[in-house]
């Protein structure tokens, strides 16, 4: 392996490129989500949150993660906005991410994006891209990729999301070290389907039962600083 200097170097160079070809894409994102961006932020100037914490980041099934009671012992900070794509992570991380100096952050997003009919290939790059935004500014911060999560009235979108789960995973390297975390195990039956007893009635989030099974797979990774699958 490199370098840190150099990595950073090269993956600065690749952040400063993708940003000068996305920002036309982001423009919109700006006008959906700011309100909720400056709601956070209002929320760190009157409650400063600490430094190198675990930060929880992405779409609703980070928002709705009641991770103050399922991550009590240890301390973190939740930055989830239901509703949004990889893509507008990306585009705030300059306000919800990097200003936290996060040692960990925790990521999920992706299955919005796929439903609203970007392709594998597009959700690997814009993960990659914020990956890579985080690294060239935060080289010693640890990432974990949720992989993006089978839910029953989506199945239509499973092969898209599979294949983007394996692009993403297939792109770790020794200049990109995030971490794969596999949903598929704790959310998919014998039979290949979502495990229904862990969705809430809409079919789509899940519930107490699946939250309580997600922070069973997510907590021991964090605790421990393993990896989070192959």
């Known amino acids: 392996m490199g370098g840190v ?14 940003a000068g070809l996305m920002v036309c894409a982001q423009a919109p994102a700006e006008n959906r989500w700011e309100p909720q961006i400056r709601k956070f932020e209002e929320q760190d100037a009157q409650d400063p949150p600490p430094k190198r914490a ?17 991550f009590a012992d240890l301390v973190h900070l939740n930055r989830g906005f239901g509703g949004s794509r ?10 919800i991410i990097l200003p936290y100096e996060p040692a960990t952050i925790v990521f999920y997003a992706g299955d ?12 690997r790059d814009e993960f990659l891209a914020l990956y890579d935004k985080v690294y060239a500014a935060l080289p010693k911060t640890r990432v974990l990729f949720l992989s993006i999560k089978p839910s029953p009235i989506r199945m239509k ?21 995030f971490e794969y975390v596999a949903l598929e195990p704790i959310l998919l039956g014998e039979d290949g389907q979502p495990k229904a007893k862990l969705y809430r009635a809409d ?18 990774l964090l605790a421990k600083g393993a990896g989070g699958g192959q």
Do not use: M
């Open 203 to 220: 079919r789509l989030h899940l519930n107490e039962d699946g939250y309580r099974a997600l922070t069973d797979l997510v907590k021991p």
């Open 157 to 177: 979108f499973w092969p898209a999301a599979t294949r983007a789960n394996e692009l993403i995973r297939d792109a770790r390297s020794d200049e990109r070290p």
């Open 54 to 70: 675990i930060l929880f980041v992405g779409s609703s099934t980070i928002a709705l993660w009641n991770t103050r009671k399922c």
């Open 112 to 123: 919005n994006d796929i439903a609203a009919g970007e392709t594998p290939e597009q959700v």
């Open 5 to 18: 200097e150099p990595t950073v170097s090269r993956i600065r160079l690749r952040v400063a490129v993708l």
């Open 86 to 95: 990889v893509e507008d992570s990306l585009y705030f991380a300059d306000r």
